[in-house]
């Protein structure tokens, strides 16, 4: 197969596509110098592709200035649009669509599986909206579109993991806040084995949460880290100094949604880390 990926430098958009070239599938990277050169070049790129991974998204843990609002927007919506774009004027286009999205796009009140309707009204979720908005002017008579919600990806690679493992190691780790937020996660080899059957098994269509099946808050997510590196998670990070660091961007940490994989259960999705503990002891070699 040849399968173009747009967020390939990401850590998610590596992972699949080393996904992808050890089954021998040829990946086509789409860069931002070829979304800029519009429409017809994205078309002559895909001709021969069976399938588009749209991964593309900038960093949220980082501060929110007004700048780095736009690039948050524009690298997720505008370069959904620039590329569904393309694949609805191409003559033979790709069979499949996989894009991200993310839980953000829910509220923090409400328990959420893919059929949940109780958005939050704040900048993240109206992105994911907006996101998953132009995803679905994809020509669904011509190519089969799956949409991924993806809670915090777990590995020692990158993200948020990554960014927790000093300080834990150091003891100085602890719950955000009181700690009672719910923590969507998942391990990055559960996201990449999702996002490789949904290119490869049409049964995967429309939206699904890619989520871990355990549910926990963050002060079990941080307890469990803790404990498995054999340190104290006893200083809890105050949500006044992540506003000092990250501005609106704090509550980007400092809530979460409890959010249910209710679709990839009931597709008989195995998951290869369903408990943090495992994921954990798997991500840090304990």
């Given at each position: 197969?040849?399968?173009?990926?747009?967020g390939i430098s990401g850590l998610i958009g590596n992972a699949v596509a080393n996904e992808f070239r050890s089954a021998n599938d040829e990946?086509?990277?789409?860069?931002?110098?070829?979304?800029?050169?519009?429409?017809?070049?994205?078309?002559?790129?895909?001709?021969?592709?069976?399938?588009?991974?749209?991964?593309?998204?900038?960093?949220?843990?980082?501060?929110?200035?007004?700048?780095?609002?736009?690039?948050?927007?524009?690298?997720?919506?505008?370069?959904?649009?620039?590329?569904?774009?393309?694949?609805?004027?191409?003559?033979?286009?790709?069979?499949?669509?996989?894009?991200?999205?993310?839980?953000?796009i829910y509220d923090t009140i409400s328990v959420h599986d893919e059929f949940s309707l109780n958005y939050a009204g704040d900048f993240l979720?109206?992105?994911?909206?907006?996101?998953?908005?132009?995803?679905?002017?994809?020509?669904?008579?011509?190519?089969?579109?799956?949409?991924?919600?993806?809670?915090?990806?777990?590995?020692?690679?990158?993200?948020?993991?990554?960014?927790?493992?000093?300080?834990?190691?150091?003891?100085?780790?602890?719950?955000?806040?009181?700690?009672?937020?719910?923590?969507?996660?998942?391990?990055?080899?559960?996201?990449?084995?999702?996002?490789?059957?949904?290119?490869?098994?049409?049964?995967?269509?429309?939206?699904?949460?890619?989520?871990?099946?355990?549910?926990?808050?963050?002060?079990?997510?941080?307890?469990?880290?803790?404990?498995?590196?054999?340190?104290?998670?006893?200083?809890?990070?105050?949500?006044?100094?992540?506003?000092?660091?990250?501005?609106?961007?704090?509550?980007?940490?400092?809530?979460?949604?409890?959010?249910?994989?209710?679709?990839?259960?009931?597709?008989?999705?195995?998951?290869?880390?369903?408990?943090?503990?495992?994921?954990?002891?798997?991500?840090?070699?304990?």
């Amino acid at each position: 197969m040849r399968i173009a990926i747009c967020g390939i430098s990401g850590l998610i958009g590596n992972a699949v596509a080393n996904e992808f070239r050890s089954a021998n599938d040829e990946v086509i990277p789409i860069s931002r110098s070829d979304l800029s050169k519009g429409t017809e070049h994205l078309k002559n790129l895909l001709e021969g592709t069976s399938a588009v991974v749209n991964l593309a998204g900038a960093p949220i843990a980082k501060r929110w200035t007004k700048k780095w609002k736009e690039e948050i927007y524009s690298s997720r919506v505008n370069t959904t649009r620039a590329i569904v774009e393309a694949v609805n004027q191409m003559e033979n286009p790709p069979k499949e669509f996989v894009s991200a999205s993310a839980v953000g796009i829910y509220d923090t009140i409400s328990v959420h599986d893919e059929f949940s309707l109780n958005y939050a009204g704040d900048f993240l979720s109206k992105v994911c909206q907006n996101w998953e908005g132009e995803a679905l002017k994809l020509d669904s008579k011509r190519v089969r579109l799956t949409i991924f919600r993806l809670g915090v990806v777990l590995s020692k690679k990158g993200g948020a993991l990554k960014q927790m493992l000093l300080p834990f190691k150091l003891g100085l780790g602890g719950p955000i806040g009181s700690g009672e937020q719910f923590f969507p996660w998942i391990h990055l080899s559960d996201v990449v084995r999702a996002v490789s059957g949904a290119v490869k098994i049409p049964k995967a269509t429309g939206i699904y949460n890619l989520v871990a099946p355990e549910i926990l808050n963050n002060r079990q997510f941080t307890s469990t880290l803790a404990k498995t590196l054999k340190r104290p998670a006893i200083f809890p990070v105050p949500v006044w100094g992540l506003k000092l660091l990250f501005g609106e961007g704090a509550s980007a940490l400092s809530e979460g949604q409890q959010v249910i994989p209710q679709r990839l259960l009931a597709d008989g999705f195995d998951f290869s880390f369903p408990t943090l503990e495992r994921a954990l002891r798997k991500e840090l070699n304990k």
